[in-house]
């Protein structure tokens, strides 16, 4: 081999792929995405520090971010690019015909591979180095207010590091297994099938798929062959928060398995370019054979008897052009031929396969649970890959089809032949179709095999075809419209991929920076939520729109693409000559007539968004209402609701409503009140009265004041009357769903806000955005004591009257018990009474079937059948034990009542619970995880925790309600399905804290307000923990004595509980006290969470015993006494069958604080399998899997 | 009647590739006769529509096809210089879509049509084998067997023997002159003896100029006594180049022939009188070219 010659080929393919546009065109996009990224306009992973103002940031320079950096600029920046300029090296030279030149020379076909090979990977070497130069630049030169806080001290090797370990061995894997493709198969087609599998395999398993309960041997070998590296990154460095001064200020500690499998990638690259370039050689050697032979077998010679062949004339020729039917069929049939021909599809057919399967089986929900996949469900689940991919393979495919005629030489025939240009690209576009049905068809198989094996829920086909038919295939064919368009008017296949895959770029950036809104979202990324009861309800009118718009804009682009498709060759000067204004508006003014439809419907369609809850209307209306009465409004003194008799008339099919009431406001302040505000939603007719007379309120953008003839006086009250309709109106920005609404299927409504019903007094939250966001109120540290307000709900115990009207086939559930139900016709009136007072009301409607448990009702969807017993048997042993545990229940029923998933939450009201149809009727229910009962368990604690406990306004409040409701599931866990799986619920909840913290905005309990980053986990994981571990220390009698005299002192109080109170209130009840302050200290006062390791695990027999010695750290934070015991065989989740007999275990209990060592000692009768520490998941900690040894 | 009117064609660089061509080109075989790089495939492409002209037209019979080439494609039988053919299919199969994308039909069908085709080509033995296995000839003779197909009322062959052995080139003159006869053919090429042999009527073109639109009589008949031809010794041959204007030096069994333009008809020593040929008028009227940088 001869290095010169080498690298004379090499020199050639570098300067070729530096000069490509598609080259600068990438260079372009990791600028843009680094641009994005230091002017905060993109975001990506490292979620450590405090966003609040003066809060510890992490530097965007720091090794860990910089090492995220790279995973994205070499997925979204190198993977791609280098694959079409890698993969297309070889085949470039077939269409060029410069082969039979090139090897008549001394260039081996070694020489010739490798320094292709070596020229494109030089070329994508130096975009990595003009890469890290340029995130240099950006980050540590130019001048950016946005990075004030961000921009650490600059370390060369911050940025060097990642750039080598991170992106070089993407960069040489990618280069090296596409050249190998396209060297040994010479079919650009191929070249494309790695990138795309790498971004859906990466995508949507290494990087996404990630239970707390996974075997850490398994995710550490997924770590190893994640090609990105983004997976060992993020599992072993990002995912549980160190804090920003470890990111900061320490480098990433690449361990050895890591580096190999980076090398491994690497290599990978190298060894395809081997293969390939041994096939190339032989094959080679033996086309040029075959040349011979073929040769050889030339037609012989003319003979007299063929010159003696009558004239053409004889064959009474006749030439009529095809119409375009015809020749569209014409074309259509010979891209198929082709398309059959292609390997590609067959490649495909099996990713395709393999994705959905795995999108579908390993699917999770809330607490890695995994999920139920309906029909529906599954469809719109699919849909995000299968357009992603299809928009990827219609790139590759279109360029390829529009390109076949150049590539063959044919197109010098081609292009003068009478076939209209529209019957050329339809007929292509039909072969793209087959590729897309293909796809379809796959995906579909994929479903229908997941179907079968979940085994719960039958297959449907309307719920495909109306997804993937009516939705997805308009995406499909304004997507081939479009890169059809691209191509006719750059003419060029490279530049086509650049231009279609910086699209795909933009369009991910603005879905995953906010600003995607139905105008934009061609893909629908993200804009779909299925619902097996109310399909796409919620912003049909937009969805709808939104389809018709993109179509018509796909006629625009079909229109460019016949007006402009290259069947003439253009030039630069012709093309400066088509750019002469006058002929640039003869070609646009043909465009306008097509112009007409897309510019009305995106009109349309801006008004619905314009018109919806994130429209700008709506924004500007709340914006009003906080700029015109914070400063009057915010802690005046408002009086509170004492009662509540409504009339609601509900039009689901209108989505419309209307209503007449009364409120009884009472004074329960200590001062006099003139005044009664009352916020206000978009409503028509409101009429209101005051006691008995109509009253005219001074109106403050929908802060309704109004001024009374007789004053307040403390503990008085008035009745306030009103009547009015409303319409819920326009859609959301981008089908983001809802958590409140009234759409045909369902009836969703609080009293939170002031969407449905008047609201007493003014909403500091209302119109406060990221503009206006203020930091949240400092309290001081006895704020607590005093009458504390609610955190929410009424500050007074209230009673409600309601009589609602529905369709005749809902039923309409409210607060309290059912006093009635009468049908008058179409409608039916169901009265609701509170039989004891509660602090907010909702109201739930549908169409439902109801079981019917102990004191317990669950309104289900008919077709939700599959958990039922499940959430009812959880719903009748809530009842049953919290009643027992903390209070007696004051109401006659608890019920739950299911709705569209639409959203996905479940909320407590009082006796009446509204609960999504994806949060726990669409889940399996496993002993590891079972959604259904945990939810039902932690909603129906709020019957006690938040409701009859009502949480204080401040600091900790919500802990009360949302920590005690996880505390009172992990009790209710443990006593009905045994306490293993309490002890796997614990384990959920703990690794969703140590996932979901940010150890620089966390504080103590007590001072834990819901405004920093990661404080909803410490509400209610860390929360539900501490409590947990505090009835582990106090034990369970005295404990729970001092919960029932906790909710009592606080039922019907004005003065609100909030942690302080219950710290104060359950020292009474402690055993032991000192234990008790000491708990109280660390873990209420204080942020503590140990997380252990072992180290030097031995195991000696003794005798007929067994001496396990080791030594335990605590390298977190916090002294508790933990246990660390062997173990051997495994026990059985299972609550039907008692612990296995061949799981043993023996321990000793060791206290060890921050930073301490002790030497641990277990003896035990067996020959232990491993030694753990706290196997009963007793102490909350941090990656309690590293904290066990395999003997 | 084909009139192209005043057809500039500028290439990045700036190259022009013509300078303002002007022709009218009347019904049967007309030659287009130019070295290499003289423009002449620019015009052809041009006149098939397939490429813009920066200005001028194209008239075919009175309508201007330069913005619609769409109106032309229907009645035209196209041979470019340089193509290629789907390589997955068969050479019957890639005519016979071709016969059906050109809307062409007989009683018989299009797929004996295609056969006919093939036959007439000399291909029919290789009907069936895939057109990547087909040689640079055969390939050739399939681009011919898709031009002639059809009634086309204008017929564009560029450099159409490129490629061919003399007994296909013949076979092809003989489809060419048939199909002359009631339509107009432009047969383009730098091959003197095709134009010698079909072309009634031909243009010389050089530098994307037309520098002369003759018939092979009159250019020969103009040659007439002009011409002296002998066999000469090497340093003799080199004397003549320096002090007479040599059309054509070649070997015959190794020695140096050489034919000479003497303008005032008066024989160089050594050399005889000879009858002109096309070639001779055909490299006289480059060297015209040379000479004065214009001839029209």
Redesign the interface.
Known sequence: MSIRRLMLVARQELSYTCRRPSFWIMLALIGLIVWGLSSGNVRIGLTSGDSSVGGKKAFLTSEFALAQLMVVLSFLGFTFFAAVMAGLSVPRDLEWKTGEILHATPLTSGEYIWGKFTGVFLAFLAALVLTVGLVILIFQVMPNSNMLETRGPFHLHNYVVPAVTISLPIIMFTCGTSFGVGAWTRKPILVFVLPIMLLLVCGFFFWSWTPAWLDPRIDRILMLVDPSGFRWLNQTWLKVDRGVDFYNTQRVVWDSGFVWSRFGVAVIGIVSTVLAAGHFGRTLKSSGK?TVA??A??????GME??A?P???A????????NFW??FR??AG?EL??LR?SPGLYLFIPLILQQTLGNALLALGAFDTPLLVTSGTLAVRSMSSLITLLALLIVFYAVESLE?ERA???S?????????TGSILAGKAVALAVVAVTALLATFVGCAIAMAIQGRVGLELKPFLLVWVVLLLPGFVLWTCFVFAIYAIVKNRYTTYSVALVTLAFTSYLLFSGKMNWVGNWPLWGALRWSDISVFEIDRTALILNRLFWLSLALVFLRMAIRWFP????????TI?ALQPARLWRSARGLLPWLVAPLFLGGALWRQIDRGPDGARTKKIAKDYWRKNLATWTDAPAPALADVDMALDLNPRDRAWSVKGTYIIVNKETVVLSKVPITVGFWNDMRWTINGQPSVPDTLSHLYVFTLAKPLAPGDSVRLGFTYNGVQPGATKNGGGAGEFILPSGVVMTSFGPRWFPFIGYLEEIGVDDENRAEPKQYPDDFYKGITPPAFGSALPMTVHMAITAPADFTANSVGERISEEVNGATKTTVWHTDHPVMAFNVIAGRYVVKKGEGTALYYNAAHTYNVAEMSSALDAARKYYGEWFAPFPWRELKISEFPGISTYAQGFPTNITFSESIGFLTKSEPKTNLAFLVVAHESAHQWWGNMLQPGRGPSGNLLSEGMAHFSTALLMAQVKGQLQGMEFRKRIESRYAESRHSDAERSLLKTDGSHDGDGTLLYDKGGWTFWMLWNLMGSEQNFAGLRTFIASHLNNPDHAVLADFVEHMRQYAPDTAAYDAYAKQWFASVVVPEYRLSEVRSVPIGSEWETTARLENIGTGRMPVEVAVTQGERSLNPAEPVKVTYRASGVTVVIGSKEIKEVRIRSPFKPARVVVDPDVKVLQLRRTLAENKL | MLNLRRLVKVYPGPVTALQGVSLDIPGGMFGLLGPNGAGKSTLMKIVAGVLEPTSGEVLLDGENVTAHPEKLWATLGYLPQDFGFYPHLTGEAMLTYLLELKGVESPQGTKHLATELLERVNLLSAAKRKVKDYSGGMRQRLGIAQAIAGDPKLMIVDEPTAGLDPEERHRFYRILAELAENRTVILSTHIVEDVAVLCPRFAVIRQGQLVSITTPADARGGLAGTIFEGAVSGPELDDLRRTRRVTQAYLVEGRNRVRVYQPDRIAPPGLAPAEATLEDAYLVTMQQGDATGRVA
């Open positions: 075959v073929r040769r077998a030339e037609p012989p010679a003319p063929a010159q062949a004239g053409l004339a064959l009474r020729m006749r030439a009529a052009a095809p015809r020749g014409l074309v010979a031929k082709e021909s076949r063959t030489g044919f010098a025939i081609h292009d003068a032949l009478p076939v209209h069947r003439r060759a253009l030039d630069t000067i012709s000559h």
